[in-house]
């Protein structure tokens, strides 16, 4: 049960390049979430998704699409990289909270993402 | 989302107790409390959640107050590798016309810092 993995670990973009940070669980879990965080800052919320075909914005979409095509995959998508992307981003599935689950949130290492 | 009020940081000694606080004033009857913590350079992870009774786990204590509009967080023996960012986090338990609510916010956190 490897949880919530993600790929890259780090990677250094240009202004302008495009790339897709990957996130994939084998919880079986409905839901899935993409945040971002800042030096020295709490988590912002990018994008969620309640389940495959569904998605929904968070505090700070701008920039960033996302798609899920299947319950264990939620990607990230960054168009035209620029220099305030620079961010750790970090991807969580969890179940929703229903059925007397609390639904706590199973976090992957993060993506330390440079952009110059 | 509800949200919660934390102290920027506290400090500890390494063997003794340590009370996170976190208040809530305008927490909803269906949100459960959640902490989560950070170690450095990782991502969040799960602590503890409650709801209205107070919680014990292998991790911590989750002490809720009457009211429900505020918590706390116990460490019963602070350990050098408890130090980190601790997030006190509203989430809401309530389904909206069969679709569970999927956003999580968290808030700056407390920094707790433990000397040995």
């Known amino acids: 049960n490897a949880g919530v993995t993600q790929t890259p670990k780090f990677r250094i973009l240009k202004i302008g390049q495009s790339m897709t940070l990957q996130c994939t669980q084998d919880?079986?879990?409905?839901?899935m979430y993409w945040y971002r965080q800042d030096p020295g800052m709490g988590l912002k919320l990018i994008y969620y998704?309640?389940?495959?075909?569904?998605?929904d914005k968070g505090e700070v979409p701008n920039g960033y699409n996302v798609s899920r095509s299947t319950t264990e995959d939620f990607p990230l998508r960054l168009e035209l990289a620029a220099p305030s992307q620079t961010s750790v981003y970090f991807c969580a599935s969890s179940y929703p909270t229903d059925r007397g689950r609390a639904g706590e949130l199973f976090f992957g290492e993060g993506s330390r993402l440079t952009v110059l | 989302d509800a949200k919660t009020t934390q102290p920027n940081s506290m400090e500890s000694n390494e063997e003794e107790p340590v009370h996170l606080p976190c208040n809530h004033s305008t927490i909803s009857g269906t949100d459960y409390i959640h902490w989560y913590r950070q170690l450095p350079s990782q991502g969040p992870e799960y602590v503890i959640h409650?709801?209205?009774s107070n919680v014990n786990n292998r991790m911590a204590s989750l002490a809720i107050a009457e009211d429900r509009k505020s918590s706390t967080l116990i460490l019963h023996r602070a350990t050098l590798r408890d130090a980190a960012v601790y997030y006190c986090i509203l989430r809401d338990s309530q389904n909206a016309g069969g679709t569970s609510y999927g956003k999580l916010t968290f808030g700056q956190g407390t920094i707790l810092t433990v000397h040995p």
């Open positions: 409650g709801l209205t």
């Open positions: 998704s309640v389940g495959a075909g569904i998605t």
């Open positions: 919880m079986n879990h409905n839901y």
